[in-house]
Structures are given as C-alpha cells and as structure tokens.
C-alpha cells in the first residue's frame, strides 16, 4: 500500500507539544514494519528514515490549515507520489484532497482523521462551539468546513467511543451519513514513556502533582487554576505546571494570549513549580518520573488526552473531572464532579500506598492497547 500522510503542524517551533506530530512520528514507523509504504508531506520530517518525506509550508494560522488547503500544491503533490491512501490530518482539507485526486486523475482513497473536534456537547446535549476556532465569529464557518470534510472522506477515524458518538451526533444534525465510515483507532503511545512498574514508589504523605497540558484557555485552565489554589493550599500536594510552548511568536500571542496569562498566574502561586520540557522527550520522560500522579485538563469535550497517556504510561495515577473521554478511559475512583472531591482523592493518593499502587498499575495497563504496533495494525484494518 502506498499512503500519502498529509500531516499539518500547528506548534514549528515546539514539536514535542504537537499531538498531530507525535502521532505521527510513533505511527509511521509501526506502519513500515506493516510494509506500508509512507510518504509524509508535512513541515517536518516525522517517523524513521524509511518515511519518505515531502516538506509543505507550515501555516501560519489555525484557520489557514482548516480554511485554505492550497489546491495546487496537493494536485502536484498527488501526481509526484500517486498514492492509494491519502491520510488527511486536517480533516477540512478533504474536499480539496478529493478535487486535487480527480484532477490527478487518481483514485486513491481519503481517510480523514479527527485530532481535534471543533464543537463539543454540552450536558443537555446542545452542540457548542470551540471557543479557540470562533475567534471573528469564524466557529460556525470551520463547523461547517468540518462536516464538509467528512462528507468528502471515504474513512473517519476517531480516538474514542466518546469522539465517535459525538462526531456521529453532530454529522446527523449537518446532513452527513457516517455510519458506514467512522471507524475508532486511538493515538499510539510513546514507549520512551512507558516505565517499569517496579521503579514506581508510593508517596509517603506528600506527593507532587504534574499537570503537562496546553495552558489555552479553552482547556479550561482557569477552571483548573481554581482547583491548583486549594491542593497546594490543603491537600499535602506541591504541583508542576508544564510549560509546553516556551517563548511563543507574537503573531500567536496576538491572536491567542491566554497561556501567558495564565502561565504568571499560575507561577505566582506558592507550592507551584513551573517546568518546560525544553522540547526534549528525556527531560519530559524525567518530570513525569518525578511526579506521584498527574491532573487531566478541565476542556469542555475532551476527546481525548495524549498528555493524560503520557502520564498513565509513566504509571501515574490521573485524576479528572467527569467529562468527555476522561470518563469513558479513567478509572471511576479517580473522578470527580467537585473540588471537594478532587482534593479527597488527591490526599488518599498521598497518604494511602496501596490505594495508590492499585491506581498505578491499572493507569500502565490501560495504555497498553495503545502501543504502535496495536495502534497501526487498527489503523490498516479501519482504511481498507
């Protein structure tokens, strides 16, 4: 098979806090031992030296990756590589891809993959905008792109049971028929960040929280602030806010400025470190380590979490509010409606070593469907 992964990323500067990269750069690897032949076109180069590589130009705007595919380039791009599988990573560029096959004058299929759902539901089941695609009134335009780009892939894949009913829910009420292509494949894990179970020790009274997610408004930060003043303040717990993005551009800032905000106000909390990975997947590996257990985002819909798999590869217990796919994945005793709640957990995980063992180790097992190979050999089964 011969598959041309379309591969849009969103963080140049920062690869290591691009899912959409990492994704692919654990993904494309698995699939060449399937004897896939891949070529990624992409800004950079992901995966190992048997990926063939195309570089495109980053875009320099969330809505010009949703909203202008470049229709030459992809016709250039199809007639060079002449692909059997095209792997839309921006699912709104499907019905350029689609135009750009025909006047190629190939036949190849289009699997679309859904990283990221611009709506999500609310608890009385109303679909609601992301708020980080709306910026100018533009959600209801990138919706609207979105349900065109399913309509124009022959599969959507998604991560979850929870993605797929929601993806599903929200093509029925845009006039899209999905039954026949949805298919989910959840995102490979990264075995660099799967530790022994033996090397994971219970905290003695105190433990150290790690929270490795984007600090955007939209993932509820602010939400999570709140709950980040009463751990450290009553619960025998010191945090360590990640900061994933370091020095963003001001082409960013300008349009998004909620993570600098957010990230001086979360330093200025007493008993909150604040860590950067540096972009280096060792220094990420040794944070985690350096945890007890870990914090899930606060983002209304979530999908799913792959900082929250990084976390539970490490053997850390995750602890989350009750929404989206952190209620379908997360262990039941780890979930909370409430503060109250939240900081209840979080002291037992401090204070109770074999509570916290069972946690631990059944954090590591859900991961294990997770690995490359599992993960690329449901990716081949869901495009055929």
Not at 20 to 47: E, I, Q, R, W, Y
Not at 107 to 128: K, M, N, Q, V, W
Not at 364 to 378: I, Y
Request: glycine share 8%; hydrophobic share 45%.
């Amino acid at each position: 098979m011969r598959l041309l992964y379309l591969l849009n990323i969103s963080n140049p500067g920062r690869l290591s806090a691009d899912s959409g990269f990492t994704f692919a750069d654990l993904l494309t690897p698995a699939l060449a031992d399937a004897g896939v032949d891949v070529m990624v076109a992409a800004p950079s180069p992901a995966g190992d030296g048997r990926a063939g590589f195309v570089p495109t130009v980053s875009p320099s705007t969330k809505y010009r990756a949703r909203l202008d595919p470049g229709l030459d380039e992809l016709v250039a791009l199809v007639r060079r590589t002449r692909p059997e599988v095209v792997v839309a990573n921006q699912v709104e560029a499907a019905p350029a891809i689609r135009a750009a096959l025909l006047e190629a004058g190939t036949e190849a299929r289009i699997a679309g993959y859904c990283h990221y759902l611009p709506f999500s539901f609310t608890d009385d089941g109303d679909l609601a905008l992301d708020p980080s695609l709306d910026d100018g009134g533009l959600g209801r335009s990138v919706l609207l792109a979105f349900a065109s780009g399913l309509a124009a892939c022959d599969r959507v894949l998604v991560h979850s049971a929870t993605a797929a009913s929601w993806t599903m829910a929200a093509a029925d009420r845009m006039g899209v028929e999905l039954t026949e292509k949805l298919r989910v494949v959840p995102a490979p894990r990264d075995e660099r960040l799967v530790r022994d179970l033996a090397d994971i020790v219970p905290p003695d009274g105190d433990a150290t929280a790690v929270y490795n997610h984007r600090l955007y408004a939209h993932y509820g930060t602010a939400r999570f602030t709140t709950l980040a003043r009463r751990l450290v303040a009553e619960a025998p717990v010191e945090l360590t806010v990640m900061d994933l993005f370091g020095t963003r551009s001001p082409e960013r800032v300008r349009l998004d400025p909620s993570p600098e905000r957010h990230r001086a106000e979360l330093a200025a909390l007493g008993g909150v470190t604040i860590a950067s990975d540096r972009g280096d997947r060792v220094r990420y590996r040794n944070l985690l380590a350096g945890a007890h257990f870990g914090i899930a985002p606060f983002r209304p819909g979530c999908p799913w979490s792959m900082s929250v798999v990084d976390c539970q590869g490490m053997g850390l217990p995750v602890i989350a509010p009750r929404t989206g796919w952190l209620a379908e994945h997360i262990d039941d005793d780890l979930l909370f409606d409430t503060d109250d709640q939240a900081l209840q957990i979080a002291r037992r995980l401090a204070t109770d070593a074999e509570f916290y063992r069972v946690h631990a180790k059944r954090a590591h097992v859900s991961t294990t469907g997770f690995a490359p190979a599992a993960v690329a050999a449901r990716y081949l089964e869901a495009i055929a």
